[in-house]
């Protein structure tokens, strides 16, 4: 697996669950790329700071 | 109780005094009108739908006690509103106008940030953000978060507004806008890409620099 197919995975993640193969090849590109380990957070971040964004709306 | 245009007659609702206080009301139609404007480019429709959504408040409001329940209720309402309007809106759209943005896209980016054997291109490479929370108080971020989300082509926008805002689930998505999920997971793959470098590029590193 290198960085691009990785990255995708990391995105679908958060959209449906991964099957164990994939599971698996990401837990081991990730554990040796710290680029996709930091984009992994990153993606993460992106849907809570789109949670505030909706939040802050509201309350502004 | 500054508003005396109820009719007389009806039986007012005990709750009905959560209407009669103008400044929450008032907050509350610019709160609504906020999140549609930011879903719903006409400006017409968005304030419509927050027109709609406070009518129907105002006809259930014998089931708020309290205005946070009532708040809570209205934005649900104007949610399904916004998402009934965007249902409409794409039958008015062209897909092929919706790809257009100010920036390379698709293909091009996953191009230009990865190397030949798909690895990260050395300058491409994600930096480290700081805590989570760094900024985010800041109303500055928003401002770039904005712009951020302005700059991505409109049917990434969209489809990343209605994942990560709306909350929609993906059969719904994909019904609405003739996707199958695999166009949809990559559409929303390449929004991401594009929200990560511009966030990391004027706001986590641009902080870092000054």
């Known amino acids: ?52 964004y909706v939040e802050e709306s509201k309350n502004e | 109780m500054t508003n005396a245009s109820t009719s007389p007659g009806s039986s007012p609702s005990p709750n009905m005094g959560i209407f009669f206080d103008a400044e929450f009301t008032q907050e509350l139609r610019q709160q609504m009108l906020k999140f549609a404007l930011l879903q719903v480019r006409d400006a017409q429709l968005a304030e419509d739908a927050v027109q709609e959504a406070m009518i129907s408040a105002y006809q259930n409001i014998d089931r708020f006690a309290r205005q946070a329940a009532l708040k809570t209720w209205v934005f649900s309402i104007l949610k399904n509103k916004v998402i009934d309007l965007l249902r409409k809106e794409k039958r008015h759209t062209a897909a092929s106008q919706l790809e257009e943005g100010p920036n390379i896209n698709g293909e091009a980016l996953i191009d230009a940030l990865f190397t030949e054997n798909g690895h990260w291109q050395k300058n491409e490479r994600p930096q480290k953000w700081d805590d989570p929370d760094h900024g985010v108080e800041n109303e500055h971020f928003w401002r770039v978060f904005d712009a951020c989300l302005n700059a991505l082509p409109e049917k990434y926008g969209r489809l990343f507004m209605m994942r990560e805002f709306l909350e929609m689930e993906t059969n719904e998505i994909c019904d609405n806008e003739d996707l199958t999920p695999n166009n949809l997971n990559v559409t929303l793959y390449r929004a991401r890409l594009r929200l990560r470098e511009c966030l990391e590029d004027n706001w986590y590193a641009a902080e870092t620099l000054s």
């Open chain 1, 1 to 52: 697996m290198n960085c691009k197919q990785a990255t995708q995975l990391l995105s679908e993640k958060l959209d449906r669950p991964l099957n164990a193969k994939e599971k698996v090849s990401l837990g081991v590109h990730t554990t040796i790329c710290i680029s996709c380990r930091r984009f992994s957070h990153q993606v993460e971040e992106l849907r809570t700071i789109s949670k505030r």
